[in-house]
């Protein structure tokens, strides 16, 4: 059972923009550090995105360095990534998720939940 939900994904454009929102089943992710992975078709789980419990610390994989930006807002206990200039390589599942410490990290191994992710289509 998913302990993160994902939203947010849909088919879009080349160029276009979308916004993904991650926020827990239960309890909250106010204490957590936070990620974004994703996995295309016949491909490895990759990273995406981290963000410290603080949102003071974020990193990114080289794929979409200045295209998104992960962001959160504990008040309403969510994550964010926005995605800009949006490429049909960008095409995938997007997976939400966090880890039982206050640091961010880019390594899949270190997450203690997930999301069942979100669809995430470009077409050119």
């Known amino acids: 059972q998913a302990q993160l939900i994902e939203s947010g994904g849909g088919t879009v454009q080349a160029g276009d923009s979308l916004r993904l929102s991650c926020t827990p089943a239960e309890d909250t992710l106010t204490y957590y550090a936070a990620g974004w992975f994703r996995q295309a078709p016949g491909k490895d789980r990759e990273f995406v995105a981290t963000i410290s419990a603080s949102g003071r610390s974020r990193y990114y994989g080289d794929s979409v360095k200045g295209r998104f930006t992960i962001s959160r807002d504990n008040a309403k206990n969510t994550v964010y990534l926005q995605m800009n200039s949006l490429e049909p390589e960008d095409t995938a599942i997007f997976y939400c998720?966090?880890?039982?410490?206050?640091?961010?990290?880019?390594?899949?191994?270190?997450?203690?939940?997930w999301g069942q992710g979100t669809q995430v289509t470009v077409s050119s």
């Open positions: 998720a966090a880890r039982r410490t206050t640091v961010a990290s880019a390594l899949i191994s270190d997450y203690d939940f």
